[in-house]
């Protein structure tokens, strides 16, 4: 099965360190990506607008030394990716779904996560059912995440 996390990673020590974060951008600013290949050749890429908001939160949270995650929106996801992503344990992630604090639906004797975005009427809905049912940290971080894109 393919997971449904597109990519999960964190800054080791010395990379956290060496980089340094994006300058905020205003608008009009436009955030390039240098590729220097191994052959020598180089390449420059534009990042469309909204995708360099997120980069700049992405690389934030990683020099702050978080791991980060980067998921499909309209995937559904396994308790093991949930429970990797809350930071808790799957069997918590299992006991919090039974309880229907974490939505999900079966697929044939496997559990899966629904898309959030489907089953909450808002992100505000959600980030305050999160905290209501003691994710606390978690519903701080979505919220601070929001606000940094909505800038």
């Not at 997120?54 to 929106?73: D, Q, S, T």
């Not at 604090?101 to 009427?121: C, E, I, Q, S």
């Not at 992100?123 to 919220?143: H, P, S, Y």
Request: net charge positive.
């Amino acid at each position: 099965m393919d997971s449904q996390i597109v990519h999960f990673a964190g800054l080791s020590d010395r990379d956290r360190k060496a980089a340094s974060p994006l300058p905020k951008l205003g608008a009009g600013d436009r955030l390039e990506l240098h590729v220097r290949h191994e052959g020598g050749k180089e390449q420059t890429l534009s990042i469309p607008p909204s995708a360099a908001a997120a980069v700049e939160a992405l690389l934030a949270h990683m020099l702050r030394g978080e791991r980060v995650a980067v998921l499909a929106e309209e995937q559904e996801l396994s308790p093991t990716e949930v429970a990797a992503i809350l930071g808790i344990s799957r069997p918590l992630v299992v006991i919090r779904m039974a309880r229907g604090d974490l939505p999900f639906r079966y697929v044939g004797k496997h559990r899966r996560a629904l898309n959030l975005r489907k089953t909450t009427p808002t992100v505000e809905g959600f980030i305050n059912a999160l905290q209501q049912n003691g994710l606390k940290r978690f519903a701080t971080m979505l919220r601070q995440n929001i606000n940094r894109l909505d800038r």
